[in-house]
């Protein structure tokens, strides 16, 4: 019996037989060689040639990873060899931040790890669900850090992140919608590579840990396959698929949710917009996969929210929990010129277009005026097409809301509002900066790009077939990727690298470094992330409830001593020490419980500081190449 999906007009390429498509085309060889005299009866073929065989039909796909890896490590090249000394150049002090978030993660190998971490902002602590702490990324590479250090780590987070995401973007294309390998390249490399995707490598590792979004789609492909009673000989569903796909897809977003809940949230928000106009589209095929689809999601969902109850509970209402979003969405909003420009971080890109967003950070929405054009174009020409049709929506939705509040028109806000401002003020929406929206962008982009090479690939007419890969080919020039800058930062002292502070501090205690670490000048977090995380320190970089009746706030505010050393280190001038000081002093160091206050000899005005210090605390002990002086409790 033939099948419905195979009569539809509507129906897509990878719908079309019941059994799988997606395999690659084998080779003439490669069949003689697996049915030949080598493989009779009898004969024993060495298990590497085994192998050869079984992935010589890949060998263009893992030429194609390789690219993407290759590429990536070009890209990160300022950070290596040494990433110690090395930090990226645009945007170091989140680079300190994660690399402490790192290390914190990497001690759930040793069980010393709580949602609410007593390492940092002593003593009340920081809620590492609050913040972006990349958590599953952390303990996934614990043994690097531990091994290496969290420097080491992060530089390979960058280029994994760039390279894992295009490549799982390519597997998707290549082998679920079963694409050509060119468009699948041309797609998968514009995922991994788009100038949103280089600009938020500036240290933003939860932003461009896209790579288990293509995972989670090819697991709801798999669910629609087993709920499609055409798609089986026997007309029936498939319940064990409908059920196995629902628990991988919870499995699945529980661990995105630990990598990055902004990439899953936005990733939901578009594929929620396709599926819905890609399902009234197909309106027979929907109805017939519904029940199944349906079923397998509320099971999928279910089993998130069992294994996902603690830890958002903890986010949302737990110690150290914010009741808001910590940025501005009036301040983080694409700006309507920014979408034609070229990005900074680009090869066609300029200084000029850095006046168009926030930071070198996002640049998310500078695609160039060639690929919108080119995108338009192929669009227009697939929009019959069910699966266009949803993308063309997905992408609309999400460039307008990218927009934010006001739509603003190089740098000059209008009279006109967005759709974002539907959105304010409502719960967790108002956590996602509007700008970042247009990062849902990228995928879409690349859908119908790629559908739209396959088709000419496919085309029987010549020129199509040059004329369509060679117009994405042109867009995608300008906003080929530079390598991201970099720069030389100071070594960490003896006194953290050989491990002498723990003479000066118990283990998990708090060592307070001078002057204390601020979100603007995070850098003596540095030394509690050469260590492991081995000591707390008070104050520092974390999203915290500090602001006027508990709402979000960076960091928190300082105690009469933090802000005594924070002046003395910016102006080089002591304040009088009275008596009346010193007990401050006393009164903070208590407060954060400290065990230790040290001065390192790269501190900015080094000598003030140790004059103030030694008439806080008394004379100082040199440890190694760091002035110390213990002030509580070994």
């Known amino acids: 019996m033939t099948s419905t999906a195979r009569v539809e007009p509507d129906a897509e390429p990878a719908d079309r037989a019941s059994g799988p498509t997606d395999a690659p085309d084998q080779p003439a060889d490669t069949v003689r060689e697996t049915t030949g005299p080598a493989a009779g009866p009898g004969s024993r073929v060495p298990r590497w040639r085994r192998w050869v065989t079984t992935l010589r039909p890949y060998r263009v796909d893992f030429g194609t990873c390789l690219l993407f890896v290759l590429l990536a490590g070009w890209l990160t090249q300022g950070l290596w060899p040494d990433p110690g000394a090395r930090v990226l150049a645009l945007n170091p002090a989140d680079q300190t931040l994660y690399e402490w978030f790192l290390a914190m993660d990497a001690r759930l190998l040793y069980g010393d790890f709580s949602l609410l971490s007593d390492r940092l902002n002593a003593p009340d602590g920081v809620n590492l669900m609050a913040n972006t702490t990349v958590i599953a990324l952390g303990f996934l590479f614990a043994p690097v850090t531990l091994l290496a250090g969290a420097p080491v780590t992060f530089a390979l987070l960058a280029a994994a992140n760039l390279a894992g995401t295009a490549i799982a973007w390519y597997w998707l294309y290549r082998h679920t919608l079963g694409l050509g390998r060119l468009a699948a390249g041309l797609a998968g490399g514009f995922c991994g590579f788009a100038p949103g995707m280089i600009s938020q490598s500036n240290a933003h590792l939860h932003m461009t840990a896209q790579w288990l979004v293509p995972v989670i789609i090819w697991l709801v492909v798999r669910l629609i396959r087993a709920a499609d009673p055409a798609a089986r000989p026997d007309g029936r569903r498939d319940p064990r698929g409908i059920a196995r796909n629902g628990a991988l897809i919870a499995l699945t977003v529980t661990v995105q949710v630990f990598v990055g809940e902004e990439v899953l949230f936005l990733s939901a928000v578009a594929l929620v917009v396709l599926a819905v106009v890609y399902a009234v589209a197909r309106p027979r095929f929907t109805w017939r996969v519904l029940p199944g689809f349906l079923a397998g999601m509320l099971l999928a969902v279910g089993l998130a929210l069992v294994a996902l109850a603690y830890p958002l509970w903890f986010q949302f209402a737990g110690p150290q929990s914010v009741p808001n979003g910590m940025f ?307």
């Open 328 to 634: 501005s969405p009036h301040y983080f909003s694409a700006d309507l010129a920014s979408w034609p420009a070229f990005s900074p971080l680009s090869v066609a890109g300029s200084a000029a277009g850095e006046a168009l967003t926030t930071g070198p950070a996002e640049y998310n929405t500078f695609l160039g005026w060639p690929l919108i054009i080119v995108t338009l174009v192929c669009a227009a020409a697939l929009i019959r097409r069910p699966l266009v049709i949803g993308c063309v929506a997905a992408g609309l939705a999400m460039a307008a809301l990218s927009l934010g509040p006001v739509i603003v028109v190089n740098r000059e806000p209008t009279e006109l509002t967005g759709p974002y401002s539907m959105l304010l003020e409502v719960p967790v929406v108002d956590g996602a900066l509007p700008m970042r929206f247009a990062l849902a962008l990228i995928p879409v982009i690349a859908t119908v790009l790629a559908l739209a090479v396959d088709r000419a690939v496919r085309d029987v007419r010549r020129p199509v077939q040059l004329l369509v890969p060679a117009a994405c080919v042109a867009a995608f020039l300008p906003i080929f990727p530079e390598p991201l800058p970099t720069t030389d930062r100071p070594p960490l002292p003896e006194f953290i690298t050989a491990g002498h502070w723990r003479d000066c501090v118990r283990p998990g205690g708090v060592l307070v470094p001078v002057p204390l670490p601020t979100p603007q000048e995070p850098w003596p977090m540095r030394w509690a992330t050469g260590a492991d995380a081995g000591f707390s320190l008070p104050e520092g970089f974390f999203i915290g409830p500090y602001a006027a009746g508990g709402r979000a706030s960076m960091g928190t505010y300082k105690r009469p001593t933090s802000k005594l050393l924070a002046d003395v280190a910016k102006t080089g001038r002591l304040p009088a020490i009275t008596d009346r000081t010193r007990q401050a002093a006393q009164r903070d160091v208590a407060f954060w419980d400290a065990s230790c206050v040290a001065l390192g000899d790269d501190a900015p005005n080094a000598a003030a500081l140790l004059d103030a210090l030694e008439q806080l605390f008394g004379p100082a002990t040199r440890s190694a190449d760091v002035w110390t002086w213990r002030v509580g409790r070994p």
